[in-house]
């Protein structure tokens, strides 16, 4: 089995940044902590080598800081950016000829979700339709969570394609929680 550490050598990335083992499971407390030791200039340090904080190598700009610890944060885009370290994802979303049906498929799930929300929206107990959507959003995403998890710890070529359908498939239901949030709110704020 090979690991993530493996398979990306040793260039810069955020992990290294924020002295991280390149993984999707990150120590969040340590990655606060070392967010707070960077902008604090305490821990200023180059990509690579995190013993080299006090050598003559640059700081990192508190944008680019910034931008690290949002990404590392958030399970999506630390996925997104996990695959694209290991040089997995195609250019933007574009599809191979193999993957166009799944796209299909997510086009599909996406098109019956909004209109499960306009129904949820024209029933008289509609906030507690759209709640009970946003549950099952809640419990589709942890669970593709888990999944995302499991096959990046193995950064097989099958994982990885794997890890690619995933993360599509949380980014649907993040936008699709979003769009269900927006109507709860709307909903909400006739009453």
Do not use: W
Not at 59 to 80: G, H, M, N
Request: charged share 25%.
């Amino acid at each position: 089995m090979a690991t993530i550490s493996a398979v990306v050598d040793g260039s810069k990335n955020y992990f290294n940044l924020f002295d991280l083992p390149i993984a999707f499971v990150v120590d969040q407390s340590r990655l606060s902590e070392r967010y707070r030791a960077l902008l604090d200039g305490d821990a200023a340090t180059s990509y690579g080598d995190p013993r080299s904080a006090h050598d003559s190598a640059p700081e990192q700009s508190p944008i680019e800081i910034e931008l690290a610890y949002r990404t590392l944060l958030d399970p999506l885009a630390r996925a997104a950016y996990l695959l694209d370290l290991l040089d997995c994802r195609s250019e933007g979303y574009g599809a191979s000829a193999g993957e166009y049906g799944a796209l299909g498929g997510f086009l599909m799930a996406e098109i019956e979700l909004r209109e499960s929300l306009d129904e949820a929206a024209s029933r008289p107990d509609s906030a507690a339709a759209v709640a009970g959507i946003l549950t099952d959003l809640a419990e589709q995403g942890a669970s593709l969570e888990k999944d995302l998890q499991r096959v990046l710890a193995d950064p097989s070529p099958q994982n990885l394609t794997a890890a690619r359908e995933i993360l599509r498939r949380l980014e649907l239901v993040g936008t699709c929680r979003r769009d269900a949030e927006d109507r709860r709110a709307a909903l909400t704020s006739r009453v």
